[in-house]
């Protein structure tokens, strides 16, 4: 069995065009009704068309009224919430930036502990930015090692209990 693809585009004929808004229109208000009645959730229409023709609401003004004004009232109805697809998409890549840099220092780590147990393991590396973000990486491990060597230090000389943490 093949599948046909419809093709949505614009309807030229403006008398074919307004045929099909009616249509549509009356169909996409029955299946609001019936989607409020079946599953018992609250539910209107507003549409308008681009040439400030008349207001469409479903059921009626007042009770569109209602139900927009339930939605502002929500949780959903903020500035985090209601964003155009720019913001969203911002939103999301900073968001994965920020989960990426998390699991490439995660990788990193594995790799320095792997390369200090295997020694072939750093011969291996021939990409210089891996290479650049494994010496950063040591770099930083030895700057906690010097930190807690200093603290060890003072309170060796102040006779005070040592904690020591992992690094890996």
């Keep these: 069995m093949t599948r046909s693809t419809v093709k949505y585009q614009f309807i030229e004929d403006e008398r074919a065009r307004k045929v099909t808004m009616r249509k549509r ?37 007042c009770e569109a009224h209602r139900v927009i004004q339930r939605f502002k009232e929500s949780r959903l109805w903020s500035a985090n919430a209601m964003q155009d697809h720019a913001t969203f998409l911002q939103k999301s890549i900073v968001k994965m930036k920020k989960h990426f ?7 990193l780590k594995h790799l320095m502990v792997k390369c200090l147990f295997d020694e072939s393991a750093l011969r291996e590396i021939n990409n210089q930015e891996v290479l650049d973000g494994l010496r950063a ?23 005070k209990k040592m904690v020591f943490r992992t690094f890996f």
């Design 25 to 61: 229109k009356s169909s996409l208000m029955k299946k609001i009704s019936e989607l409020k009645i079946l599953c018992d959730v609250d539910a209107c229409l507003v549409m308008y068309e681009k040439d400030d023709g008349p207001l469409d609401v479903w059921p009626s003004p």
């Design 101 to 107: 840099g998390r699991e490439n220092e995660k990788n």
């Design 137 to 159: 990486s040591v770099e930083s491990e030895i700057e906690v090692i010097d930190d807690m060597i200093q603290e060890a230090h003072e309170k060796a000389n102040n006779n």
